[in-house]
């Protein structure tokens, strides 16, 4: 055998190409990159160890979340290793901390500093209320999380036995050195103080689907907490970068959705364009292997219901309103989005119709004609006039036959196929004729076309 047993699987130092909907992880990776220390009244340069300790507010030691390496177990502090006489340690240490997501935004990171004789029983022996301190808490004052990068902590000198690190009175201190330039530090607890020569970095990376460094997202995400701020941060999620997004898919959608049911009058465009515009990251080919998580998505965890009608609303008042140039860069996404939107639309009506029964079944298909037909309307625009509706026309075109196989799922082989055919005779002869070529390609390719009685229905519009 290659390997033997108890072979130790490790995660990625990272997340993976792909993050499934249903992936959990909030693992923190911290580095001890190195430190600049004081000699003090020494003769040599010390020996110096880092303990790194994970922290509640209370001052409480959280136990066993620290792994010093796969498959090793899990301890409540780790030691660094020491440098014999060197007062700038390079330590270059990764540890892997695992903390619940309900007790992360309590806890921080303590490292204490202290000097280890040779002898132990040496003239160093009585070193022991002598010693540094540096923290970091884990959340910002804004929700989010420490950002992925290098720190530079503050080195703070503890020389009274009075100082009881139980108590945690340092974390009303400052604990970055950038945060102290320029300002007296008058809270500092009795016995404690900074030191200005001595200076610790680290580095962080969290790997969390469910804590964002973003606080444009984690607005989103956190929207009910200050529902007054709903509309600003729904338009500050369409700046928010892929990267962020990727990873909070499920809960992205989920909250997008639930803020649909609820304010469906007030934000419901806004959402429509949100939606839009996620869909439209996971088009680019950087992101393009996230597009099975999307559908996985879809098919397996999306659980809202009565979205469909919702949906295909905000999709015709766009398209109605084709003709209007400020609209159409908007428009254009959407286009580029249609299947995916109409796979939300289907799968919401197979949830509803599974929850009453088959009930409004007409309803639905009469907002999908209704759609249809505007969509027909679009593509009769002269663009001749209006230069700016040929990339829609164009994109319409080339993305409308991806929808057919989610609509097969909700209309009759004979009610699609005439659809279809409203929408081929609707595109202008003298104008487009590469798209359309090509969406007529895409046509007789689609399953659709493989049945014999669409294909008699399709091939009479192909005569004419």
Same mark, same amino acid.
């Given at each position: 055998?290659?390997?033997?047993?108890?072979?130790?699987?490790?995660?990625?130092?990272?997340?993976?190409?792909?993050?499934?909907?249903?992936?959990?992880?909030?693992?923190?990776?911290?580095?001890?990159?190195?430190?600049?220390?004081?000699?003090?009244?020494?003769?040599?340069?010390?020996?110096?160890?880092?303990?790194?300790?994970?922290?509640?507010?209370?001052?409480?030691?959280?136990?066993?979340?620290?792994?010093?390496?796969?498959?090793?177990?899990?301890?409540?502090?780790?030691?660094?290793?020491?440098?014999?006489?060197?007062?700038?340690?390079?330590?270059?240490?990764?540890?892997?901390?695992?903390?619940?997501?309900?007790?992360?935004?309590?806890?921080?990171?303590?490292?204490?500093?202290?000097?280890?004789?040779?002898?132990?029983?040496?003239?160093?022996?009585?070193?022991?209320?002598?010693?540094?301190?540096?923290?970091?808490?884990?959340?910002?004052?804004?929700?989010?999380?420490? @950002?992925?990068?290098?720190?530079?902590?503050?080195?703070?000198?503890?020389?009274?036995?009075?100082? =009881?690190?139980?108590?945690?009175?340092?974390?009303?201190?400052?604990?970055?050195?950038?945060?102290?330039?320029?300002?007296?530090?008058?809270?500092?607890?009795?016995?404690?103080?900074?030191?200005?020569?001595?200076?610790?970095?680290?580095?962080?990376?969290?790997?969390?689907?469910?804590?964002?460094?973003?606080?444009?997202?984690?607005?989103?995400?956190?929207?009910?907490?200050?529902?007054?701020?709903?509309?600003?941060?729904?338009?500050?999620?369409?700046?928010?970068?892929?990267?962020?997004?990727?990873?909070?898919? @499920?809960?992205?959608?989920?909250?997008?959705?639930?803020?649909?049911?609820?304010?469906?009058?007030?934000?419901?465009?806004?959402?429509?364009?949100?939606?839009?515009?996620?869909?439209?990251?996971?088009?680019?080919?950087?992101?393009?292997?996230?597009?099975?998580?999307?559908?996985?998505?879809?098919?397996?965890?999306?659980?809202?219901?009565?979205?469909?009608?919702?949906?295909? =609303?905000?999709?015709?008042?766009?398209?109605?309103?084709?003709?209007?140039?400020?609209?159409?860069?908007?428009?254009?996404?959407?286009?580029?989005?249609?299947?995916?939107?109409?796979?939300?639309?289907?799968?919401?009506?197979?949830?509803?119709?599974?929850?009453?029964?088959?009930?409004?079944?007409?309803?639905? =298909?009469?907002?999908?004609?209704?759609?249809?037909?505007?969509?027909?309307?679009?593509?009769?625009?002269?663009?001749?006039?209006?230069?700016?509706?040929?990339?829609?026309?164009?994109?319409?075109?080339?993305?409308?036959?991806?929808?057919?196989?989610?609509?097969?799922?909700?209309?009759?082989?004979?009610?699609?196929?005439?659809?279809?055919?409203?929408?081929?005779?609707?595109?202008?002869?003298?104008?487009?004729?590469?798209?359309?070529?090509?969406?007529?390609?895409?046509?007789?390719?689609?399953?659709?076309?493989?049945?014999?009685?669409?294909?008699?229905?399709?091939?009479?519009?192909?005569?004419?």
């Amino acid at each position: 055998h290659l390997f033997q047993e108890n072979v130790a699987v490790v995660r990625k130092l990272g997340f993976p190409e792909v993050i499934m909907p249903d992936e959990s992880r909030n693992d923190l990776y911290i580095t001890l990159e190195g430190g600049d220390f004081q000699q003090g009244s020494k003769t040599s340069e010390k020996n110096i160890e880092s303990t790194l300790e994970v922290v509640s507010e209370d001052g409480e030691i959280m136990r066993h979340c620290m792994c010093p390496g796969e498959g090793e177990g899990f301890v409540d502090q780790y030691k660094s290793l020491i440098l014999y006489h060197n007062n700038s340690p390079k330590w270059n240490e990764t540890i892997k901390l695992v903390i619940p997501i309900n007790l992360f935004y309590s806890c921080h990171l303590r490292f204490t500093f202290r000097h280890r004789p040779t002898n132990p029983s040496g003239p160093g022996k009585n070193e022991k209320h002598g010693y540094s301190l540096a923290f970091v808490k884990l959340m910002n004052l804004d929700g989010t999380t420490l @950002q992925d990068t290098r720190h530079d902590l503050i080195v703070y000198s503890v020389r009274s036995e009075k100082v =009881k690190l139980k108590d945690a009175a340092y974390l009303r201190c400052r604990f970055l050195r950038d945060e102290t330039v320029g300002k007296t530090m008058s809270d500092l607890p009795s016995g404690m103080q900074v030191s200005t020569k001595e200076a610790f970095t680290i580095s962080t990376l969290v790997c969390s689907t469910k804590l964002t460094h973003n606080v444009d997202l984690l607005g989103l995400l956190k929207w009910r907490n200050e529902p007054k701020k709903l509309e600003n941060n729904l338009r500050a999620l369409m700046k928010v970068g892929g990267e962020e997004i990727v990873k909070f898919l @499920q809960d992205t959608f989920d909250a997008l959705f639930a803020i649909l049911d609820e304010h469906t009058d007030i934000y419901g465009h806004l959402v429509f364009e949100a939606i839009v515009y996620i869909i439209g990251l996971l088009s680019d080919r950087k992101y393009h292997h996230f597009r099975p998580v999307l559908e996985s998505y879809i098919d397996k965890l999306f659980s809202n219901a009565t979205a469909n009608l919702k949906l295909l =609303k905000f999709l015709r008042q766009q398209v109605d309103r084709a003709d209007e140039q400020y609209q159409a860069a908007s428009l254009l996404k959407t286009m580029r989005a249609l299947e995916y939107i109409f796979r939300f639309v289907v799968r919401s009506r197979i949830l509803f119709d599974k929850a009453t029964r088959g009930r409004g079944l007409q309803e639905f =298909k009469h907002a999908v004609f209704t759609f249809f037909h505007s969509f027909n309307a679009m593509m009769l625009l002269n663009s001749d006039e209006k230069d700016f509706i040929t990339p829609i026309q164009a994109a319409a075109l080339q993305h409308f036959p991806s929808t057919f196989q989610d609509l097969l799922q909700v209309m009759d082989v004979p009610e699609l196929s005439k659809v279809v055919v409203d929408f081929i005779e609707c595109i202008p002869t003298h104008r487009m004729t590469r798209f359309k070529m090509l969406s007529i390609r895409f046509i007789v390719s689609n399953n659709l076309f493989r049945n014999p009685d669409a294909r008699k229905i399709l091939m009479r519009s192909e005569e004419r």
